[in-house]
């Protein structure tokens, strides 16, 4: 098994201490910029590497830093830690195990796009996460890798954390930034994007966790080594946060184009309690369900080989559905949850999954009708396409999907 | 100097010192975890003092806690137990888990032990579905997670409690 770039701490233990992580070349690279070379010169590294954003939406990160309006200042860096999709737990790993790759990270970004401050936006349940990084940014504080003039240079910089309290909708950048701002998270019309209106309405950059950890590891080892992983659509590694019916769930960091198999047999140990693999959501509970047939679990994991599933893989939240489970009651879960967190500021998405918990709550319980599974669908496509943010979106990728692919456990639920 | 300035005025200072100055309404959020720390749940005494501090409207504020689930406007068990059932989860066991756990301290979700120790909930994904079933516990003392839990340690955990209590 090759070194991990991202989950270092499974490598050399105790990377979590400072003299651990410096002794190891930590904060180097973020010297390095500083010192010796100009922040586009960083951007260009990073835009050659093929990162993309590991947030979901997969946008490629060098790029976005480039779209950061210079007419006006001052620019944040916002790192995402919202980390809220069903399915998904490395950004949690990242932040309590390898931490100050992570700010390495998110420091270096800063300098690229000439930001004086960050903040890591956590979710409010990431609360013993965020007063862990409030330590470990006191230390950088004190070891001088973050505060004035640093390496005497001019340039400065702060890190801070900000607690969310709850609220999917926060991970939706524009809403974050609402957040961030003190308000309730609820997105807001785009364009103009963030890095021309971000927080404070000054060019920001959002970046994931993932995203940033990165960083450091693409500044020392140059864009071929980044982009002599992966495939030729996603260059690099993953974290795939793998759950649900498998043996081993958890965090497996390997190449993209790794396939769904290997995945799911070879790491995760195989299907749990001697059932067999039914179907598969690659992106969490905002997935298109995938019928696990050997043609998919043959797949490679990169975003355009999961699009020929017709599915995305978003944040690589990889959840395993056995065949001990009904779909209509994985769709009352996925429903349920969209209905919970739908912010409300749309009505197709706040009216229609509310009218769709009602009708999967029916179906689920034995007393719906063929006809509710058809409405069931046409609800769904009312809220397609109208939504002001993704997550409307995100809320009918499983309920099409599930009825279409996996129509037997519909017909086995209903009354004609 | 309202109240809560009076009580917290290290802590709010430390929390506005994260903002530009021209920006304080940010602090709201760190502000409402600080007032319901006591309590349990934000007073509409509270919700004034907040707004007095970051200047904005008491409705302002009061309109973040109906919002954000990890708010709350009213009292509850002194420790609320918030157990993941989301879809991840759930797939691990953790909708019998919570029936369980209901089942052994009698009360149904939602609802607080006759003792008002114990609040339990169900919540979504709280990122850490490879090791369900398991809940975070928000009470005076933050937010804590505890996973891979059975009904047994759970009831070991809410034992410690009470001794504390
Ligand atoms: C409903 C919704 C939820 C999201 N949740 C997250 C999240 O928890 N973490 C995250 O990094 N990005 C999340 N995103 C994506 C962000 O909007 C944004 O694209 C991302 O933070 C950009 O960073 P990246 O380019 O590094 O991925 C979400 C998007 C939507 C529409
Ligand atoms: S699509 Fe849903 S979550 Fe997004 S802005 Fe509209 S109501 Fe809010
Ligand atoms: S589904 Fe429970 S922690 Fe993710």
């Not at chain 1, 990162?51 to 997969?58: E, F, I, N, T």
């Amino acid at each position: 098994m090759a070194e991990h770039v991202l989950l270092r701490h499974r490598d050399i233990p105790d990377i979590n201490q400072l003299d651990v992580y410096q002794k190891d070349g930590g904060f180097e690279m973020f010297k390095k910029a500083v010192t010796a070379m100009k922040p586009e010169e960083v951007t260009d590294i990073v835009k050659a590497s093929g990162l993309r954003g590991r947030g979901g939406a997969g946008f490629p990160t060098g790029v976005k830093w480039t779209f950061m309006d210079n007419k006006n200042w001052p620019h944040y860096v916002v790192a995402n830690a919202d980390e809220s999709e069903p399915g998904t737990f490395k950004d949690r790993e990242i932040m309590e195990s390898n931490p100050f790759q992570f700010l390495e990270g998110v420091a270096i970004s800063s300098y690229a796009v000439g930001a004086n401050a960050a903040y890591v936006y956590c979710r409010g349940e990431f609360w013993q996460v965020a007063h862990y990084l409030d330590e470990k940014i006191a230390e950088m504080e004190t070891a001088g890798l973050l505060g004035d003039k640093l390496f005497g240079s001019d340039y400065s910089l702060r890190i801070y954390t900000h607690l969310g309290a709850g609220a999917y909708i926060c991970g939706e950048e524009t809403a974050l930034l609402e957040s961030l701002e003190g308000k309730r998270g609820q997105p807001r019309l785009r364009p103009p994007f963030p890095p021309s209106f971000g927080l404070y309405g000054k060019p920001t950059v959002v970046n994931n966790v993932e995203t940033l950890t990165n960083v450091p590891k693409i500044i020392e080892n140059g864009s071929d080594w980044y982009k002599s992983m992966g495939t030729e659509d996603t260059a690099g590694v993953k974290i795939f946060s793998l759950s649900g019916c498998v043996n081993k769930p958890g965090n497996y960091e390997l190449p993209f184009g790794t396939t769904f198999r290997e995945l799911i047999y070879e790491h995760g140990g195989g299907i749990a309690n001697g059932n067999k693999i039914k179907a598969i959501m690659a992106a969490g509970a905002s997935s298109a369900m995938i019928v696990a047939t050997d043609e998919a679990l043959d797949t490679p994991m990169d975003y355009a080989s999961v699009r020929t599933l017709k599915a995305d893989l978003g944040s690589a939240s990889v959840i395993v559905i056995d065949d001990s489970f009904s779909i209509d009651w994985v769709l009352n879960k996925t429903i349920h949850f969209f209905k919970h967190e739908s912010c409300g500021k749309c009505t197709p998405c706040r009216e229609g999954n509310y009218w769709m918990s009602h009708i999967i709550e029916r179906i689920h319980h034995g007393e719906g009708s063929s006809f509710d599974v058809e409405l069931l669908t046409k609800v769904a496509y009312q809220i397609q396409n109208k939504c002001l943010c993704a997550l409307g979106e995100f809320s009918l990728q499983a309920v099409v999907s599930g009825i279409e692919r996996f129509p037997q456990d519909f017909e086995a639920k209903v009354n004609l | 100097m309202n109240k809560l300035e009076e009580k917290y005025a290290d802590e709010i200072q430390k929390i506005l010192a994260k903002y530009p100055p021209e920006e304080k309404r940010s602090a709201v959020m760190m502000l409402l975890y600080m007032a319901q720390r006591e309590g349990g749940y934000v007073s509409n005494h509270d919700i004034n003092d907040i707004a007095e501090i970051v200047e904005i409207t008491p409705t302002e504020v009061a309109t973040l806690i109906g919002f954000y689930t990890l708010y709350h406007d009213k009292p509850a068990g002194k420790i609320r137990i918030q157990v993941c059932n989301d879809l991840p989860c759930a797939l691990r066991g953790a909708d019998k888990f919570l029936g369980e756990l209901c089942d052994a301290l009698k009360i149904q979700p939602g609802e607080t032990t006759p003792d008002g120790l114990v609040t339990i909930e169900p919540v979504m994904c709280l990122a850490a579905c490879d090791k369900a079933p398991m809940f975070q516990v928000q009470s005076s003392e933050g937010l804590e997670y505890h996973e891979n839990m059975t009904v047994e340690s759970t009831q070991t955990l809410i034992e410690s409690w009470k001794e504390k209590n």
